[in-house]
Structures are given as structure tokens and as C-alpha cells.
């Protein structure tokens, strides 16, 4: 049998996947079962953002896991506790809780919501149409997309959904019940969709106003892919809890979330709590992670960003059919005018891995290592295939 008759006969069919099966990967390339090399410009969905197999990753994995892989939380340990001391010296004052994906990360931002509203009878969570919060029953619920909630009714209650980038439509839903605002600075899997700095400074001026939580889900913009190490110094907003994820592991699972001091008094021994949350060995890797991404690597972060938006536009400009191109630092989105699938599975064809998500935007989440060689390579796969449907 071949590798996808065995997933098809013994896997859940939950994952629509690409008829590629992946045995390699280094830096910004991967290679298939046939030896074939592919310039990875999706990372694993914003994972690997320093790339396949970064030898300073391996080197903490390896050196740790000959050492100590696990033990409970009902003892100390460095990485743990050193990740810990890092993230909030890079991010603002508070503490942190370790989980094992976005989803729980969000899962734990709710609870702190919840907690921190309940002496007041504030359960209530402001989402935004088009999000995504993660798979479990509450982050489902999160989630402002009714495709995803179909067949799990009944939902978890107590979000009520706005209209993204639309203030008017987060203050009708404030009221005594309200606890918090959770949203994503750039909707990720809703088509990449950039929240308008206004419009995050206004929800900071709203949440003072009520005395209510912003939560930041930076699950994808997280870890230097907006340009700067978190997305919201990028936009110049401060939240109150920030979720992390993805590629605070660089494939190794790990989640934190972030609370200011004000908000961490809500949780006591036993609110909350996870087996495998702030593990060694992903530790290990996220504290590694962290030394790489210094302000001179997340600069080039940018300055790539930019240019590779600049190239995309000229493409805008010569094919009608794109409808937008936005982005920010190397987190960029492709609007098309018809559904993307066909073009996504043309450029894997011709060694190039990109994304389409919410049918017609093409999604481009390179690693943070590219150079403008390497964007210079994918602009002309990617034109080459466009050129079939001017």
C-alpha cells in the first residue's frame, strides 16, 4: 500500500491534504518521497519560522532531551522557568502559563476572561466575524466562522461576534456582561486579513473605557512574523493577555499564554493546568528560538517583508484577476477572483509550497530566513503559472 492508502484507511479524514508526502526538510527547502526539492514559502502554517531543522533548534533539542525529556509540574525546571523569564522581559509585565497548541493557549486566555469576571457576573467575549481561535468546543465558539460550527451545536456560549475592523459594531455588543475583546492582529486562516491600527487603538480605548481584557491572538503573528518579535508592538497596541503558539516551538508543540500583572491574581493552585504544558524539550527549542531573533534578524524580517509585497503588487498590476495583495512583514495574502486551488497545486508542481485559504486568497508564509534571492525564485514560479489564466 502506498503512503496514502494507509493515511486514508487508518487516519481520520479530518485534513483535506496535497498529494505530497514530505521526508526532509532544511532551512527554506523540503523534499518529497521521490527526492524532489521544494522552496517552502507556507512553513507549516507560520511553524517554522526559522526554517526546517535550524541547527541551533537541534542543537537545544538534542542536548536536552539527552538529559531530562519529562517530568510533572509539580517540579521546577530551567527551561521552563527560563522561558518563562524571557518571553515576559520581551513582551510587558506579568506572568506566563504553558499549554500545548494556539488553541489551548486561547482556551487558557477565556478562563483568565471568565475568572476575572466572575465576582462581577462578566462572562461575555467580543469575537470577530472570520476569526479563528483553534478546534476545541470553546475556541470553536470563538471562532467567528459558521462553516467551521456546523454539527458541534450546541456552542459553547458567551461570545458574541462583531464585524472586523468595524467599531461600531464592537460597542453595540458591550454591556454589563462583557468581560473581554479577543481578536487576532491579522486574521490568518479568515484570508490574512490586517486589522487597521485605529481600529486596535480604538478596542484599547473601549476596554480602558469598561474596564475590559484585549486579548491578542498571536497563534500566526507571533515570533517575528509581522517583523517584530510579537504583532502588537508592530501595530503599537498593547493587549492585556497575548496567546502564542505554532512557532514558539518551531515544530515541537508549545503554547503560552501571556497575562499582564493586573489580570494574573485570577488564577490560584488548580484553575488550570496541563500534563505536557512547558515541557522540556520544546522549552529547550523556544529558548533557542528566542537568541536567534534579534533586532538585526527581525529588521531583514522587514525589509524582506517589504519587497516581497512590492513584487507581489507588480504582479497585482499585470493580472487583473488579483484582486488585492496585503500584508504585513512576511505574512502576506494573494486575493484572487476565483478559487485557488488549481494555482496552489500548479506552483507545488513547479517546486514552489504556498497556501489557499477561504477559497481565494493564496497564502505565503515563507520562513524569516529567506533572502530576495529566494523571493525573487518564488515571484517567478508564481508568475509563470499565473500567466496560464490571463
Known amino acids: 500500500m502506498s503512503i496514502y492508502d494507509v493515511e486514508k484507511k487508518y487516519i481520520f479524514q479530518t485534513y483535506k491534504r496535497r498529494k505530497l508526502a514530505l521526508i526532509k526538510g532544511k532551512g527554506k527547502f523540503v523534499w518529497d518521497n521521490k527526492n524532489r526539492k521544494y522552496l517552502d514559502f507556507f512553513s507549516g502554517i507560520t511553524v517554522c519560522n526559522l526554517g526546517h531543522c535550524h541547527p541551533k533548534v537541534v542543537e537545544?533539542?538534542?542536548?536536552?532531551?539527552?538529559?531530562?525529556?519529562?517530568?510533572?509540574?509539580h517540579y521546577y525546571t530551567q527551561p521552563q522557568t527560563e522561558?518563562?523569564?524571557?518571553?515576559?522581559?520581551?513582551?510587558?509585565?506579568?506572568?506566563?502559563?504553558?499549554s500545548n497548541s494556539g488553541a489551548e493557549a486561547n482556551e487558557c486566555a477565556i478562563k483568565i476572561a471568565r475568572k476575572w469576571g466572575k465576582p462581577k457576573g462578566r462572562y461575555e467575549i467580543i469575537v470577530f466575524d472570520n476569526s479563528f481561535h483553534g478546534r476545541t468546543l470553546a475556541t470553536l465558539a470563538a471562532t467567528g466562522q459558521k462553516k467551521l460550527h456546523k454539527g458541534f451545536e450546541p456552542l459553547v456560549p458567551g461570545f458574541k461576534y462583531a464585524r472586523f475592523n468595524d467599531i461600531k459594531s464592537v460597542k453595540?455588543?458591550?454591556?454589563?456582561?462583557?468581560?473581554?475583546?479577543?481578536?487576532?492582529?491579522?486574521?490568518?486562516?479568515?484570508?490574512?486579513?490586517?486589522?487597521?491600527?485605529?481600529?486596535?487603538?480604538d478596542l484599547r480605548k473601549i476596554c480602558n473605557k469598561h474596564n475590559l481584557l484585549l486579548i491578542f491572538d498571536e497563534i500566526q503573528t507571533g515570533i517575528g512574523r509581522t517583523g517584530r518579535l510579537f504583532g502588537y508592538q508592530t501595530y503599537g497596541v498593547k493587549p492585556d493577555v497575548i496567546t502564542l503558539a505554532k512557532s514558539l516551538g518551531s515544530g515541537l508543540p508549545i503554547g503560552a499564554t501571556i497575562a499582564?500583572?493586573?489580570?494574573?491574581?485570577?488564577?490560584?493552585?488548580?484553575?488550570?493546568?496541563?500534563?505536557?504544558?512547558?515541557?522540556?524539550?520544546?522549552?529547550?527549542?523556544?529558548?533557542?528560538?528566542?537568541?536567534?531573533?534579534?533586532?538585526?534578524?527581525?529588521?531583514?524580517?522587514?525589509?524582506?517583508?517589504?519587497?516581497?509585497?512590492?513584487?507581489?503588487?507588480e504582479l497585482k498590476s499585470k493580472y487583473p484577476f488579483i484582486r488585492e495583495v496585503r500584508g504585513m512583514g512576511l505574512m502576506v495574502g494573494v486575493e484572487l477572483d476565483f478559487k485557488g486551488a488549481d494555482i496552489v497545486q500548479s506552483c507545488q508542481g513547479k517546486g514552489l509550497i504556498i497556501n489557499c485559504t477561504q477559497e481565494k486568497v493564496l497564502r505565503f508564509l515563507p520562513p524569516l530566513i529567506i533572502n530576495r534571492k529566494d523571493i525573487d525564485k518564488a515571484i517567478r514560479i508564481f508568475d509563470s503559472v499565473l500567466r496560464k489564466y490571463k
Open 60 to 73: 537545544a533539542i538534542k542536548k536536552q532531551a539527552s538529559k531530562l525529556i519529562h517530568v510533572s509540574n
Open 172 to 201: 453595540k455588543l458591550i454591556n454589563k456582561k462583557t468581560a473581554a475583546i479577543m481578536i487576532e492582529p491579522i486574521q490568518g486562516e479568515g484570508g490574512v486579513n490586517l486589522a487597521a491600527k485605529k481600529f486596535l487603538r
Open 83 to 98: 522561558l518563562a523569564k524571557n518571553l515576559i522581559h520581551k513582551s510587558f509585565s506579568g506572568k506566563v502559563f504553558f
Open 260 to 313: 499582564d500583572r493586573k489580570y494574573i491574581s485570577a488564577f490560584v493552585y488548580g484553575d488550570h493546568g496541563s500534563t505536557f504544558g512547558g515541557s522540556l524539550v520544546p522549552c529547550a527549542a523556544s529558548n533557542a528560538i528566542l537568541k536567534v531573533l534579534t533586532p538585526g534578524f527581525l529588521a531583514k524580517v522587514r525589509q524582506n517583508g517589504g519587497y516581497f509585497l512590492s513584487k507581489l503588487k
